[in-house]
């Protein structure tokens, strides 16, 4: 490393006329002095090396003492004792240029109107040196970097080209094609050397370019003949910068992403390759000028010039979030996440049996939902780039512009016939015979497809069953002072949500504590999907899904006595469903709560005719304004991203059968935490702690159909296993919410109890592991994409908060 950095840093001194220079500044991360370099740097520095000069190459060993031939001093060398990454180098060595371009123009020594070209050098890189040649690599860039206001008509097309997809009005055009905010990379030859010692140099191909693949690995490719011939060769534009760029200092220094974390090399080149093209006028190779490097491929390592995981996550996180991004964002997350896991377990063994694919599934699962965490958390560190998408181009105009290229679409093409395989079956494949936009990428599960089958579709048109709010449960709820026909305007809380906020440090590092399960929990496995939520929510603002995003009705029960735990649950949670309501035995405007009388006494042994009573007030008034029905007590906890994206996902809108929203029946779906009570699997039941997610045509199905006739009159306190019961009688039956790792989805307990929960040998001696359906245990347990959690009290509620949301 330490003779590639003096290598590079002597090949500026010979292909660069010294005069030209402004500053050489070298970063020695991770290093401290080394006194044979330092001195080797003075040598260079001082011009007792070969170096360029007026014209001439020569050493200043020959020109002692020559009148009017002063060597001022060149380099700089930064050193950092603790290393801080490619990214965080490059930021601090321009910052120092900065500093002291601006200290030469206080000076007088330079003019502000002259423009500064930064030059990156990789260590492993040396410029290519060519011999009795007046002209250098950079009077080539400099000519397609600065270009006089004589050569702007001649080059106008390829501005214009380097500048599409850019709304500008006519100044500022003209403003920027007199000072274009591209680059140049460098082409590339490559060096080896036989175990004599001999040397030999391999040219890189006329036209050769970098890119990457769906895993964001670096790959070689080719400029296009239609690229190739803009130019008549004598540019073409490459998707990532190489191991030499020029650009203006100007371009540098107005680029909107700096994220220090991005440690590696390429990772680095990854951002200013993003910030090239998306955010300013894109990238260069000068066919066949002198910008050439000589690149020694054994001096940095392999994980230089690669992509980790966690850097990936990062890159995706911050580039892809824009309009149409998000197809690739999962894929590449899903890409890099199988080559991990490929890494791990398939190269371990080379009996690739089904345990072992099925053990591959579940890591690539695994590192995926690991890789979509990070990516949700980066956007919360301190050098995190942010507003990148009204600053820049998105990413798919990236990917279809500049990288057309890439596997996207050809894996999309391989889909569409594996589904029509899946859908149609080989004898019945018939040109035109299926819908392809609307084919699923799998089949359910065979016990889901099962489950579904049995219930009948659904006409969800709303049919009027209160029959005049005469009697329970269709009575209604009252206002404050009791009378009947008060309607709860369920939009409150979205219209006015609650700030939420730490109230000082004594609270900060109560909520923010570490170390307990409950941590654990939340910051090793579960995690809010925080990327595809927002690409959502920007698809559904533009226009771009095919539906708007899934409506949730959310719905919480309570005593008035409990009405302490309400605001916390709308500071947190509440805040995020559609429509919200409290239902208890007082009504609170401001609160949120809503008496709801019903049959019986108010108390515990007779839970389920308040709930009868609840869900006939939900379907009375609000059944046609919302698509999902939840419930749940005043000590849930509701993931509500996490539960909109999964109602949204594939399986679920195949599983009740709505691809486009506009069909009038449904399969009805009856979600939540499957329970087998008393271990009975015939007798299944959703556990009612962590609540259950109904759709519109189970919903009316249980209000309408089951209610009247369904154990009507029953005062007990097993609401979930009665409105089981009813449905069972209907044939909708308890779906399957388990994530594709076997994750549970929604969770009877807090996340801690989960984490050191595990059964006794004999599951049976425990009324949970008995009730419990094919469970995994421990940390495994939960979903990465959880949904709901049970016995969240006190200021467990607001922790979760700030551990899931990135307030510690």
């Known amino acids: 490393l330490l003779q590639g950095a003096l290598d590079a840093v002597q090949s500026v001194f010979l292909t660069t006329d010294r005069n030209r220079i402004f500053l050489v500044t070298v970063v020695m991360d991770g290093r401290g002095k080394v006194g044979t370099f330092e001195a080797r740097l003075e040598d260079i520095d001082a011009g007792r090396t070969r170096h360029r000069h007026g014209g001439e190459t020569h050493t200043h060993d020959h020109h002692e003492g020559k009148e009017g031939h002063y060597h001022s001093e060149k380099i700089h060398t930064l050193y950092n004792h603790e290393a801080v990454g490619v990214s965080a180098s490059r930021k601090e060595a321009v910052h120092f240029i900065n500093v002291l371009s601006r200290k030469h123009e206080q000076a007088g020594i330079k003019s502000p109107d002259e423009d500064l070209i930064l030059l990156f050098l990789s260590v492993d890189s040396r410029l290519k040196e060519f ?43 003209k403003d920027e094609t007199m000072q274009p905010s591209n680059a140049v990379s460098f082409a590339i030859d490559t060096s080896s050397s036989d175990t004599e010692g001999n040397v030999e140099i391999h040219s890189s191909h006329f036209g050769e370019t970098l890119s990457f693949d769906q895993k964001l690995r670096p790959r070689t490719s080719s400029a296009t003949g239609q690229q190739m011939a803009l130019s008549n060769g004598e540019s073409y534009p490459t998707p990532l910068t190489q191991s030499a760029t020029a650009l203006r200092l100007r371009t540098y220094n107005a680029f909107p992403a700096s994220d220090e974390a991005l440690t590696s090399h390429y990772s680095a080149d990854l951002e200013l390759s993003f910030n090239l093209w998306m955010c300013a006028d894109g990238i260069d190779v000068l066919g066949s000028s002198f910008a050439r490097v000589v690149v020694d491929p054994v001096i940095l390592s392999a994980d230089e010039k690669d992509i980790s995981g966690p850097l990936a996550a990062r890159i995706v996180s911050a580039w892809m979030s824009g309009d149409g991004d998000d197809i690739y964002a999962t894929k590449i997350l899903r890409a890099v996440a199988e080559r991990s896991a490929q890494d791990s377990i398939w190269a371990a063994t080379k009996d690739h049996s089904m345990s072992e694919r099925k053990m591959l599934v579940e890591k690539i699962i695994e590192l995926r939902d690991m890789l979509v965490r990070i990516s949700s958390e980066a956007k919360h560190s301190s050098s995190f780039p942010t507003g990148l998408g009204q600053k820049c181009r998105p990413f798919s105009w990236y990917a279809q512009n500049v990288h057309p290229q890439n596997d996207f679409h ?49 006409n969800i048109k709303y049919v009027d069953a209160s029959g005049g709010h005469a009697e329970h449960p269709h009575k209604g709820g009252t206002d404050e002072n009791g009378n009947f026909g008060y309607v709860h305007d369920e939009t409150f809380l979205v219209k006015n949500p609650p700030t939420f906020e730490i109230k000082d440090e004594n609270d900060r590092t109560a909520l923010c504590k570490k170390g307990d399960p409950n941590y654990q929990m939340l910051t090793k496995k579960v995690f809010v999907d925080l990327p595809n939520h927002e690409a959502a929510e920007k698809r559904a603002e533009h226009g771009l899904a095919k539906k708007g995003r899934a409506k949730i009705f959310c719905l919480v029960y309570t005593i008035e006595k409990n009405h302490h735990t309400i605001p916390a649950i709308k500071e947190t949670w509440g805040k995020k469903c559609d429509g919200f309501m409290v239902a208890s035995t007082k009504t609170d405007r401001e609160l949120g709560t809503i008496n709801i009388p019903h049959e019986g006494p108010e108390e515990y042994n007779n839970i389920w005719q308040k709930v009868r009573s609840m869900w006939s007030y939900v379907y ?55 329970f087998a009570e008393g271990g009975n699997m015939d007798r299944i039941f959703i556990s009612g702690g962590s609540g259950y997610t109904m759709n519109k045509a189970t919903l009316k199905t249980l209000v309408v159909d089951a209610f009247p006739t369904c154990m009507p009159h029953m005062h007990t306190f097993s609401e979930d296993v009665m409105v089981a019961t009813c449905l069972r009688k209907r044939n909708i039956l308890p779906y399957d919410t388990k994530d594709e790792a076997g994750g549970e989805r929604y969770m009877p307990f807090a996340p801690g109890h989960h984490l050191n929960y595990l059964p006794p040998a004999n599951p049976k001696d425990d009324w949970y592991s008995n009730y419990s359906i094919n469970c995994k245990w421990g940390i495994d347990h939960c979903a990465a994409k959880s949904v709901a959690f049970h016995y969240i009290k006190g200021d467990l509620m607001r922790r979760m908060y700030a551990i899931l949301y990135h307030y510690c």
């Open 131 to 173: 011999h009795d040649d007046k002209r250098t690599w950079l009077d080539d860039v400099t000519d397609a970097l600065i270009l006089s206001p004589s050569s702007i008509d001649e080059n106008q097309d390829m501005l214009h080209k380097l500048s599409a997809g850019k709304k500008k009005d006519s100044k500022k055009a």
């Open 620 to 674: 009375d008034n609000y059944y046609e304004k919302y698509d999902w029905f939840h419930i749940g007590g005043d000590d849930l906890y509701l993931i509500v991203e996490n539960l909109r994206l999964y109602l949204e996902s594939e399986e679920i809108q195949l599983a009740h059968n709505l691809p486009d929203g506009s069909e009038e029946t449904q399969t009805p779906l009856f979600l939540g935490r499957r």
């Open 410 to 458: 050809e894996e999309e093409d391989l889909n569409i016939v594996k589904k029509k395989a899946w859908m149609n079956g080989p004898a019945t494949q018939q040109e035109g015979a299926t819908d392809e936009k609307n084919l699923p990428s799998k089949p359910l599960d065979e016990e889901n497809m099962a489950i579904i089958s049995k219930a009948s579709p659904v």
